[in-house]
């Protein structure tokens, strides 16, 4: 019966794999399905070895490799259209843009299920249903979300490592390994189930269960000592920094009047409940003063200086001109009770079409611009610093900036604090912040650092330098939360050298089994 159903291009090559793209985003925020990618993986990879198989006898399309382009395009397909589709809530703001939500709709996940089309078309012909081709497919895989994270402006969104964030203990070793290792060996582990099909001993089955439950074993155990080690530090660090963080929840809006203005500045203040004997840093999100600049905002510094001492440094974003271009930077900056900027950091990883415009003098012809408010495109900042602020040695990270494992690998040697402020009511209702802000945890990880997160409209938090949410304000939810920050020096991942290693011992143990196979 399934085998006559399989013969069906239509339902093999599009449907199927369509089906399963789509049902692993149940596996990450905020369904946390995570048992749902044992199921699907080992689908995948054996429906894989299926398609190449029968290509030529059944499907009869040359060059039969477009089968397995079409087979990945598919499973990409279903897997980014279901989620990214938020992506198009952000056209909505604008009547201008609303005509592209049905391309934007179909374009994005298709240009990015290309990644996973082409790691299927050169890998697919060499694989077989034993251990070492389910390797060199991990290693594909894994190498392709790698690629997706540098190619363009990069966008290394749902990884499949962060469908395990149920499991804190297993996620420590992020810290040692990297992102993208844990990644591969995600894939690796959702992708073994299938052995139960090969056609191998029982032996070498039990050898692989053994070892793959004895692996996760250790790490659970590793990431519990951590995790616990840890608890004893933190009781003993005397260097700590009181915080708030404050969640407005404001709407998504331009055109604001000056008083509206003030009026959110007069919200910011009663949620940040200022004491003024008592040293903080109060953490605002990005996005507060939509529209303005901050030489627009100076005209508020009575209420600022009101409210606020000498005793406070306030964090927030907001766009700040460049005088010798004349457009703006989307910037954090640090003012005191005197409303004067002490640091700033002007984002670098700005968002296509919503901060820049690609290719926008030709664009602009057209009607085109960026989403946000403004025909101009974004200054990009030139270098990657951190934001110093007495002992403090902070590194800035602004929206989606979090999604990107290499601002943190390439900051400050002496970061002790990671603050992502954003703005995230342009996901709307849709499923964006809560996967938005799931990159959070393993930033924090890797960086060993404790991540304080001021997101509008989205999920606010305090996590500590091992992933744990130690407060938080739901995505939608107003109001402040407070903590003593204990200030931890840095310990992060420098380089992607054991990704690449991995990589390479999974290539030559799969080119060792072909070359026996050959004999």
Known sequence: MIERYLKNRLVTLY????????????????????????????????????????????????????????????????????????ITNSLTFDENFKTLIPFAFILIPLFLSLFLGLTTLIIGKYLKLDFASLLIFSALLAFSDYLR?????????????????????????????????????????????????????????????FSTLSFILSLYIYGNYEINKNKKFLENNTEKIYVKIISPNFDLQYGLSTKEIEGRLKKLVRYSDPDKEKRTIFIWP???FSGYSFDEILIFNKLISKNFSNNHYIIFGVNKLDPASGLFYNSMIVINNNFEIIQSYNKRKLVPFGEFLPFEDILNNFGFKKITEGHGSFLAGQERKNILIDNLNI??????????????KNSNENTNLIVNISED?????????DQHFAKSIFRAIENNTFLLRSANRGVSAIIDNKGKIIKKLNRNEAGNIEYEVPLIKSNKIKNDLIFFILLITYLLIFLINKKQYAK
């Open 149 to 209: 994270a540098y190619i363009l402006t990069g966008f290394p969104w749902n990884l499949w490592a962060y469908s395990t964030t149920l499991v804190n203990e297993i996620l420590q070793i992020v810290n040692q390994i990297g992102i993208y290792s844990y990644n591969l060996l995600t894939i690796t582990i959702f992708t073994l189930p299938i052995i139960i099909f090969f056609q191998i001993s029982n032996v070498k089955k039990f050898l692989i269960i």
């Open 425 to 433: 009511g342009w996901f709307g209702q849709s499923i964006g912040p």
């Open 15 to 86: 449907l199927v794999p369509f089906i399963l793209g789509s049902l692993t985003i149940l596996s990450f925020e905020p369904f946390n399905l995570t048992i749902i990618n044992f199921l699907v993986f080992p689908l995948f990879f054996s429906l894989l070895v299926y398609v190449n198989k029968k290509s030529r006898a059944i499907y009869r399309k040359k060059p039969y490799r477009i089968n397995l382009f079409i087979f990945g395009i598919s499973f990409g397909f279903g897997f980014y259209l279901s989620g990214v589709s938020w």
């Open 395 to 408: 590194l800035p990270l602004i929206c989606y900036e979090i999604i990107f494992p290499n601002l943190i």
């Open 286 to 288: 990005e996005g507060v």
